[in-house]
């Protein structure tokens, strides 16, 4: 495969009754390590705005997605946000440029990412193994904030804030009269990945801020739920390591070659978190990445 095709980028209406927040699921066929991976891209219509949330994995996706509203955009202004920089979300940037230009907003932090060294080496070698993503090209957000940025629109606005832990730079977004929560990858299904020890507090307050929003609905960028008890329920599995990583402390201190099996240390196996999944899950990503949390975790204590 060398272009996506428009099945690889999907409209999914159940994901939204309200036909003001489009849901898009862009699935990644290739062999290997992201085989079957999906990632989700919203579109929010305001009174003036159409607002972009995310831009997949390369420019073709966006133009998939953005003739399957072509005909609704009418006067509004379109405007991009990336939730952060990673590239399975702010990849597909180079589309809002030259005739199709727009505003994308982001965390400062996010623009720094896209301009390093680390995110160009990762650009060549992802096209160097898969072909779709020929045509990326690295894109940094136009408009940046620290601390809060809100789109007033007479019916609804939307509320851009810090969400990290993920990343340092990821966002999220909250449309109070949708009571809506876009949590992006701050919240996942079946579990949330922790960038490092450092960003353990940070996601922790930042699960606890969803929480006090009280939504209504969730949205995030992977894993097919829109259940406002995903936030609780990934608090609470953070939590739990925590608790076992205590227990564990109170003992002993793990040596650095135990933390590489870290899960297996405080006795948290994969399987005892997804007990309760009812879709399949990609053992393999999902053990490393609850692997690596309670690693932070319990270095996240030690320190
Ligand atoms: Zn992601």
Redesign the pocket.
């Known amino acids: 495969m060398t272009m996506p095709a428009s099945k690889d980028v999907v409209f999914v209406p159940e994901m939204s009754a309200d036909s003001r927040v489009r849901v898009f699921c862009r699935t990644f066929n290739a062999i290997g390590e992201f085989e079957g991976m999906e990632?989700d891209a919203y579109i929010v219509f305001t009174g003036s705005y159409i607002v972009v949330f995310d831009t997949m994995l390369c420019p073709e996706d966006v133009s998939i997605m953005m003739r399957m509203v072509q005909d609704e955009v009418g006067k509004r202004t379109i405007l991009v946000v990336n939730s952060h920089a990673?590239w399975?979300?702010a990849w597909g940037n180079a589309y809002f440029r030259g005739e199709h230009t727009a505003p994308i907003i982001a965390h400062e932090y996010g623009r720094i990412r896209l301009q390093s060294a680390e995110a160009r080496t990762e650009l060549v070698n992802f096209q160097q193994q898969y072909p779709i993503f020929r045509n990326v090209e690295l894109v940094p957000p136009t408009i940046t904030f620290n601390q809060h940025l809100t789109l007033y629109d007479a019916q609804m606005s939307i509320e851009l804030f810090p969400a990290p832990g993920h990343h340092r730079d990821h966002i999220a977004a909250w449309l109070p009269e949708l009571r809506l929560l876009l949590a992006f990858?701050a919240v996942e299904n079946p579990l949330p990945c922790i960038e490092s020890a450092e960003a353990v507090p940070s996601m922790f307050a930042t699960l606890e801020h969803f929480m006090a929003l009280r939504p209504e609905r969730v949205l995030c960028?992977?894993g097919k739920t829109t259940s406002p008890a995903l936030v609780q329920e990934n608090l609470a599995y953070l939590r739990e390591i925590e608790h076992r990583s205590r227990q564990l402390l109170l003992t002993r201190r793990p040596t650095p070659r135990e933390l590489e099996h870290a899960s297996a240390l405080i006795t948290y196996p994969l399987d005892e978190v997804i007990a309760s999944a009812t879709e399949p899950v990609d053992r393999t990503f999902y053990g490393g990445a609850h692997n690596a949390n309670v690693r932070y975790i319990l270095e996240w204590l030690m320190s």
Do not use: A, E, F
């Open positions: 990632v990673d399975d979300h990858d960028s992977h």
